[in-house]
């Protein structure tokens, strides 16, 4: 695959996301680094919907250690539990923050993000990361988002490093 998404500007979201992902998944299926794999899904996102902020957060020692990433600069660490990042990973599963003034313990990176999705990236049943975006508008994320983004981060488990 070229290094180039064919995606039209003025599509609606459901069909960005549908054309991004056979996309997405040529551009993955060739290589193994995970790393590179976050960086290409985080630009290609940030690039398509335009969202505030996109990138990964890495397990480590109990810890989400920021990865590869799309926006302004961002927490380095979040704790296991804690902000959504760390309660999405705690609790396993996709969360959407249509506001995050009303998030309790919502950590706040920047306070230009209004609202939040965050999704797990699962390898062998156990979380590996996750990958946040952030928008400057309110209520921005929906269910659409959710079926799409777990989708695009099985692509990311199935890199090898």
């Known amino acids: 695959m070229s290094e180039e998404l064919h ?3 003025g599509a609606p979201k459901e ?3 549908t054309l991004l992902l056979p996309q997405l998944q040529a551009l ?10 976050m960086a290409n899904i985080s630009a290609a996102l940030k690039e398509v919907f335009g969202f505030y902020w996109v990138g990964f957060y890495r397990v480590s020692d109990r810890h989400l250690v920021l990865g590869p990433f799309q926006g302004p600069i ?9 902000g959504v990042c760390g309660t999405a990973w705690k609790e ?6 249509p506001d995050v003034a009303l998030f309790p313990g919502h950590i706040a990176c920047s306070s230009l993000s209004r609202s939040e999705i965050v999704v797990p990236v699962m390898r062998e049943g156990e979380i590996i990361a996750v990958l946040d975006i952030d928008s400057d508008y309110p209520d921005t994320f929906d269910m659409v988002d959710a079926a799409f983004l777990e989708k695009i981060c099985a692509l990311v488990r199935l890199s090898s490093t």
């Open 28 to 37: 993955t299926e060739g290589e193994s680094d995970l790393i590179a794999n």
């Open 92 to 97: 396993g599963r996709t969360l959407i923050v």
């Open 74 to 82: 961002a927490c380095t660490t979040i704790a296991f539990g804690k």
């Open 15 to 17: 069909e960005k996301y």
């Open 7 to 9: 995606i039209p500007h």
